[in-house]
């Protein structure tokens, strides 16, 4: 069985400002992890994906994330917010061979500006 | 690439009727699709898992019955809400996954239901 953990229900940061969310994940398997975003009443964007190939992975609108396995983590960073980065964002995994997804309880991202 | 669509976008209709909700891939064949529910300010909850051709598996909890599937080609899939009542009123996501894309599923951009 798999589960991830969304630290932080809610993330606020100007604009300009580096933005962290961060992710535990458990899985008895080797995982693959995603992050999705969502923008009111719209469904889900992959931002990005990690399927044990490099560990820190590049995704689109300059976020990145980082699997490291020795923390069970996988952090979604972006070094610049931008006003229309305010979403909410859910990380997500799913174990080898198994494509049902578990997710996050999410992260609703501010941006002021 | 990789798009899903949902139709209808929103709808809204009286208690006691059947809505029906369809969504397709539209530039790749879908082997597997899977049908969410999200509630306001919640995460999504995965409802059931269709493979094209043969019958959906339901997640505990989720009356078959109720939210009937259907899958009849690699790139429909459709979900009937029967007998609807006001507290089956959600958002409701399907995503969809293709075997030669990975596993990574696509998402619709979601059908908001709204039972009176």
């Known amino acids: 069985a798999q589960s991830v953990t969304q630290l932080d229900s809610h993330v606020s940061v100007s604009e300009g400002t580096p933005v962290l969310l961060r992710c535990n994940y458990s899985?008895?398997?080797?995982?693959?992890l995603f992050w999705y975003v969502q923008h009111p009443n719209k469904g889900l964007q992959l931002l990005l994906k990690y399927t044990s190939a490099a560990t820190l992975v590049k995704g689109i609108n300059g976020f990145e994330a980082e699997f490291k396995k020795s923390e069970t983590s996988f952090h979604l960073t972006k070094p610049s917010a931008h006003m229309s980065d305010a979403a909410e964002y859910f990380c997500v995994v799913s174990a080898f061979n198994d494509y049902k997804l578990s997710f996050g309880a999410g992260t609703t991202v501010t941006v002021r500006a | 690439g990789a798009v899903v669509s949902q139709h209808p976008s929103r709808v809204i209709c009286k208690s006691g009727t059947s809505v029906k909700i369809e969504c397709r891939s539209l530039?790749?064949?879908?082997?597997?699709m899977f049908w969410y529910r999200q509630f306001p300010k919640q995460s999504l909850m995965l409802m059931a898992t269709?493979?094209?051709?043969?019958?959906?598996?339901?997640e505990q909890g989720v009356e078959k019955d109720k939210f009937l599937i259907n899958h009849a080609s690699l790139t429909l899939s459709t979900l009937t809400v029967t007998s609807a009542h006001p507290e089956d009123s959600s958002f409701y996501i399907c995503?969809?996954?293709?075997?030669?894309?990975?596993?990574?599923?696509?998402f619709g951009p979601g059908t908001r239901l709204l039972v009176l």
């Open positions: 269709s493979n094209e051709g043969s019958k959906a598996t339901y």
């Open positions: 530039d790749f064949q879908a082997t597997t």
């Open positions: 899985s008895s398997y080797s995982p693959s």
């Open positions: 995503s969809a996954r293709a075997g030669d894309l990975g596993e990574t599923q696509y």
